[in-house]
């Protein structure tokens, strides 16, 4: 069974300062992809970023990264640059191939401060 | 823009009563998903379509049905809303494949609340 565990139910971080959100992976399969979400408070899931199990090379897209370390099965995001739109719910999740269900941790609530 | 499009925003009903959300994309993609968020929690698979394919999750109470009429659409049917079923309901899509064409985008989801 897949579990996808983020451990830090909320973090604070200032301005222009980067942040790491922890994320730890628990599967079987060999292929599988990694995204990280973001949920503002309107509650819309916007897709950041895509880590696949094969993919040898770290993910990034504009200020976000993806620290991804396959033998200690974590894919943490790192947000760089903070701003204070940032502010929001962060989501990790994990599909397993071969189907279709995205499995998602419990969440992680980032707070921006100026 | 291509997108997922969910309507209504908010939608209020009573305790027992029908209610149908609506999900409709312009991605062209052949899978869709319905998710459950209550507050404070991680978003739940309730079921999706693989193109007509209905695939049901194993713990999704039978008072929650879908339809799929064309490509573009897709329905989530509550028969009976109970209290506890008050949620952002939201729809995604995604191709079948592997690698990033696989992301699922979502919709800006549909707040119930049930009176």
């Known amino acids: 069974a897949q579990k996808i565990t983020q451990t830090q139910p909320g973090m604070f971080v200032q301005e222009k300062e980067a942040v790491t959100l922890d994320c730890t992976y628990d599967t079987s399969d060999q292929s599988y992809g990694l995204f990280w979400y973001k949920q503002p408070s309107s509650g819309e899931m916007i897709f950041l970023i895509y880590?696949?199990?094969?993919?040898?090379q770290n993910a990034t897209e504009g200020r976000y990264s993806l620290n991804f370390q396959k033998a200690r099965k974590s894919a943490n995001l790192v947000i760089s640059a903070s701003q204070l739109g940032d502010s929001a719910m962060y989501f990790c999740a994990m599909r397993e191939r071969g189907f279709q269900k995205l499995v998602f941790g419990t969440g992680t609530r980032l707070l921006v401060s100026p | 823009d291509a997108m997922v499009i969910q309507n209504p925003r908010y939608q209020v009903t009573q305790f027992g009563k029908p209610v149908t959300l609506s999900c409709s994309q312009t991605l062209n993609h052949n899978v869709m998903y319905w998710y459950q968020q209550k507050s404070s929690q991680a978003p739940k698979l309730l079921f999706h379509?693989?193109?007509?394919?209905?695939?049901n999750e194993a713990d999704t109470p039978d008072n929650f049905q879908s339809r799929r009429p064309n490509t573009s659409f897709c329905f989530l049917d509550i028969r009976s809303p109970g209290l506890g079923d008050a949620a952002m309901y939201l729809c995604a899509t995604s191709t079948l494949t592997s690698g990033p064409e696989e992301t699922q985008y979502f919709g800006p989801g549909t707040r119930l609340l049930v009176l």
């Open positions: 379509y693989y193109d007509k394919d209905f695939n």
């Open positions: 880590q696949g199990s094969y993919d040898e």
